[in-house]
């Protein structure tokens, strides 16, 4: 493989768990369009090196080398860290489809803000768009323009952990900056009162502000009813992806941007079928 100095070093027992997904479901794709007469895109917003070096020791191929086992008409790699877009350039470079791919070291909200500039439904464009970040880098807006582009299917993982590293027990001890940065990520207020609720039992000391955080499924439900605000179809089937601790790390989702009842129903069929049969 490339130099380890540019490998992700990072990957635990939910890293392989969420790339057999997408691999599955790229191989899918790929199927039902192949007939049909559409430009394919496949997108990862944070394409990494195409290398990852688990915690185990072990080293295996990212979701920007996985996409390329298949055929798209075109491949589109964001990634903000310079060295690893170099590195997974340099990997992908022998490959027949190298001529087809967009290498792009950008953030990625900065990116993605044009994708609903595009025609895609009068060009007869459509895609898969794979949005892992390592934390709270993306925007609720940039899902709103993906959205927007009613042509891409969506698979995201929501950064459980990192967020939840911001969402303190009580929610008076969350700075203001921090809040600012939550509503980016929710794309609304409406998480204050979604996340924190009145605790049950009530001290003489506790204030009117002193709420306490709901459990992991609760806020997998605000994240999925968010979702539902802005895409045609969302899958209740969502999974937590938990490291080898049991500590939920990811909320593995995935969305629906056509809003045709035909293309719903195949991308969904699909999607829960993966999701509930997640190893």
């Keep these: 493989m490339g130099n380890s100095n540019h490998i992700q070093r990072f990957g635990d027992s939910w890293t392989e768990v969420k790339l057999k997904a997408l691999d599955n479901y790229l191989e899918a794709y790929c199927k039902i369009m192949k007939n049909q007469n559409f430009k394919t895109y496949y997108i990862d917003a944070f394409a990494g090196s195409g290398e990852i070096l688990l915690k185990q020791g072990r080293e295996i191929k990212g979701s920007a080398a996985i996409a390329t086992k298949y055929d798209f008409d075109y491949y589109i790699f964001v990634e903000e860290n310079e060295a690893f877009i170099n590195m997974l350039e340099k990997n992908l470079m022998a490959s027949p489809k190298y001529s087809r791919m967009l290498f792009v070291n950008k953030d990625c909200n900065d990116f993605l803000e044009r994708l609903d500039q595009i025609n895609w439904i009068g060009e007869q464009k459509r ?153």
């Design 127 to 279: 895609g898969v768009i794979f949005l892992d970040p390592y934390a709270m880098q993306l925007s609720w807006s940039t899902l709103e323009k993906i959205a927007k582009t009613k042509a891409l299917d969506v698979w995201y993982l929501f950064p459980l952990m990192a967020s939840n590293r911001t969402l303190f027990k009580d929610k008076v001890k969350i700075k203001e900056s921090t809040k600012k940065q939550l509503t980016r990520l929710f794309g609304t207020t409406e998480w204050e009162e979604e996340i924190y609720r009145a605790p049950e039992q009530i001290s003489l000391f506790d204030g009117p502000d002193n709420k306490e955080k709901v459990t992991t499924e609760e806020l997998k439900k605000f994240i999925l009813k968010r979702l539902n605000t802005i895409f045609p179809a969302v899958s209740n089937n969502a999974v937590v992806l938990k490291n080898s601790r049991n500590a939920p790390m990811f909320l593995l989702c995935f969305a629906v941007g056509n809003p045709s009842n035909k293309a719903k129903a195949v991308a969904m069929r699909v999607a829960d079928y993966l999701l509930k049969h997640m190893e």
